[in-house]
């Protein structure tokens, strides 16, 4: 059974017919109703105009030669009371100049001769049925988009306003960085550090999973034995993908991209876009922010914003495409980590020379399969003591975070007396003493 038998059985189809011979409306009702259409038939045009003004009939069929209306005259006033019914034309005349009336004046779709061939009317009325219906929807559909488009031109406007203000705010952040640290632009971890801040004072948005995915970003970079520089840069983007979020209504991130409707998910892909006209001020950013900008481009040219494929997407977007992505799968499920990691995994393995580039997905890959002795190794060259037992001159292991998750000192600060002390001021105001890992 074809699709529009299917719709035609579910939604019986309603149908008008017009002869003024009760015979031929007989033989008509008999065949159509067969069919499973409902049937309402006249011998006079005037009542079946009158059923028109109170009724929708989705096919009109109408016979030419009669005594009180002819058929083009009543189809022409069916045109004006029902415009949308699909009419049908049945002549038993070789009356050429009155068949051309009515497909000019009655505006018919189709017309068939007397005597009819059953199955030819039955498909007949079948494909006016389905022209009629496909039309409504049509009209349907326009009207949906319309409104969603009216929507979301009303969700843009607010949003608008909204990105305006926060990014004008955090350019104002910038651009202070920016004077008081205008002699040494190459140290970009100042300015990194207080937009991570930002991202873990939100409530909405996970630091942990940012902190997760620089991270990895820079193990990516290491064993692509890329620069010191690209490594970094590699870092800094991981750590500052979601800062284009901060700019924008926390109910369009809130909750995972999939539970977004289409709307909201256009505008969530904006963020990178949005990031970096947040970093726009920061200058010796560039690399990092057209990381951020590109993270969403796949491998094999489908992405956005550009549509950028292969090696024409800067190596640190593609790194952060798969660190993202491995830490996002892993976030999203909630089985136990051991096989959240795994299906993670594979799920990139899967994707690897499609949306991933395959380089880095071998690099995670090495780099999760390295994670366990690296780790081993990285702990017993440390110590883990108290700030009381601090000296000028010791190396931090791992950044110390405040109970709020605020960064208080990065990776590789190296210890000083003003530096000690205030850290000791601070852990006098928790209820625990803070555990400091030092090379």
Same mark, same amino acid.
């Given at each position: ?202 409530? #909405? ?47 369009? #991130? ?44 796949? #491998? ?25 992505? #491995? ?113």
């Amino acid at each position: 059974m074809t699709a529009i038998e299917l719709d035609l059985q579910k939604h019986p189809p309603k149908i008008l017919c017009l002869d003024d011979e009760e015979s031929v409306l007989r033989s008509l009702a008999r065949l159509l109703r067969h069919h499973g259409m409902e049937i309402e038939t006249f011998t006079s045009g005037f009542e079946a105009l009158a059923a028109l003004e109170k009724d929708d009939f989705e096919v009109i069929i109408s016979d030419m030669r009669m005594p009180q209306m002819t058929g083009d005259v009543f189809l022409a006033k069916t045109k004006t009371l029902s415009p949308d019914s699909q009419r049908i034309l049945l002549t038993g005349y070789s009356d050429f100049s009155s068949t051309v009336n009515a497909v000019n004046e009655g505006g018919i779709h189709f017309y068939l001769q007397k005597p009819w061939q059953n199955e030819h009317l039955i498909s007949t009325v079948k494909e006016a049925v389905e022209k009629y219906r496909l039309k409504k929807q049509n009209v349907e559909l326009q009207e949906k988009v319309k409104k969603q488009n009216a929507e979301l031109k009303e969700l843009n406007q607010s949003l608008e306003q909204l990105v305006e203000k926060r990014t004008s705010q955090i350019k104002q952040v910038l651009k202070q960085l920016e004077v008081a640290h205008e002699h040494e632009k190459k140290e970009h971890k100042s300015t990194v550090e207080v937009l991570y801040n930002f991202i873990n004072a939100n409530p #909405y948005l996970d630091a942990d999973f940012a902190q997760n995915v620089a991270t990895t970003c820079a193990q990516i970079a290491k064993k692509l034995k890329l620069s010191e520089h690209l490594v970094e840069t590699a870092r800094m983007a991981g750590y500052l993908a979601q800062v284009g979020l901060l700019a924008m209504d926390p109910a369009i #991130y809130r909750y995972p991209v999939a539970q977004l409707d289409e709307n909201k998910r256009k505008i969530y892909f904006t963020h990178p876009a949005t990031a970096q006209l947040m970093l726009m001020p920061a200058t010796h950013l560039h690399e990092v922010s057209e990381a951020i900008y590109h993270q969403f481009e796949k #491998y094999n040219g489908n992405g956005i914003p550009k549509g950028l494929k292969e090696h024409e997407i800067p190596v640190c977007a593609h790194i952060l495409a798969v660190a993202r992505d #491995y830490w996002q799968y892993i976030k999203d499920s909630n089985k136990p980590m051991n096989e959240r990691k795994e299906t993670s995994l594979e799920m990139l393995k899967m994707y690897s020379g499609n949306f991933y580039h395959p380089k880095m997905v071998k690099a995670l890959i090495a780099v999760l399969a390295d994670a366990k002795t690296s780790h081993a190794q990285h702990v017993g060259s440390m110590d883990i003591i108290s700030s009381q037992e601090l000296k000028a001159g010791m190396v931090l292991g791992l950044a110390i975070h405040s109970n709020k998750g605020i960064m208080l000192l990065p990776k590789g600060h190296v210890f000083s007396d003003k530096s000690i002390a205030k850290l000791q001021q601070l852990e006098s105001q928790r209820p625990n003493p803070f555990r400091i890992m030092v090379k």
